[in-house]
């Protein structure tokens, strides 16, 4: 996708996931789309944290990894404060809320890396007693806070009012709603999905049917 510069909207579209074999169903996926060589570049089990750091600052267009590989590669990487990212989430309720998801931020997002990078290691290297509430709120708000290079775009069928919160959207009543909304009926509708509730039997007829049977 390009601006109307002709430049690229985004340098790289990074798709991720916190559980593996969700992340194997995706890079198979992804990896079958028609694509030239170096475009899509998987970062599987048998790859580390390094082999991602590489393919970042390499600019490879296409990434899909675990979202756990970003918490090894603070310190690997370069400074992307002039680069765009996309980044894909899959099952969005369950993967952003921890430390990985704050270490994705402060790896991608547009800021002085090196300050970042060394305020986030300062702050590790510091003995939990050494902390003050000042410095677990700042730490916080520099690896949580928006970063206007980084565009999120979250997939998940049960999202939890903390996944709201963070992707929604404010729909004028100050409460966050979701962007797009993919709805069982309309999927029933197309065809993805069966409608289960044509083809199911209550306990009640089972038992019924068990009795007489017998």
Request: glycine fraction near 6%; charge should be negative.
């Amino acid at each position: 996708l390009r601006g109307d510069d002709n430049k690229p909207v985004f340098n790289t579209v990074v798709v991720i996931s916190d559980r593996r074999n969700l992340d194997k169903q995706l890079q198979d996926s992804i990896y079958q789309i028609d694509h030239k060589l170096g475009v899509v570049e998987k970062i599987d089990d048998d790859k580390s944290s390094t082999d991602l750091a590489d393919a970042l600052n390499a600019g490879t267009k296409i990434i899909i990894t675990t979202l756990q590989k970003f918490s090894f590669i603070l310190g690997k990487v370069e400074n992307f404060s002039d680069r765009r990212f996309a980044v894909i989430i899959d099952e969005a309720h369950s993967s952003q809320g921890g430390r990985s998801a704050s270490n994705l931020r402060v790896a991608l997002g547009k800021h002085d890396n090196e300050e970042a990078l060394a305020a986030a290691e300062a702050e590790d290297d510091k003995l939990p007693e050494e902390k003050t509430t000042e410095d677990l709120v700042l730490e916080e708000i520099k690896k949580k806070g928006k970063q206007s290079n980084l565009s999120f775009y979250a997939f998940t069928a049960t999202p939890k009012a903390k996944t709201l919160e963070m992707f929604g959207v404010d729909d004028g009543s100050g409460i966050p709603r979701p962007f797009h909304l993919y709805s069982m009926r309309q999927a029933i509708e197309e065809r993805f999905i069966l409608d289960v509730l044509k083809h199911y039997t209550t306990y009640k007829t089972y038992y019924e049917l068990s009795k007489k049977v017998d």
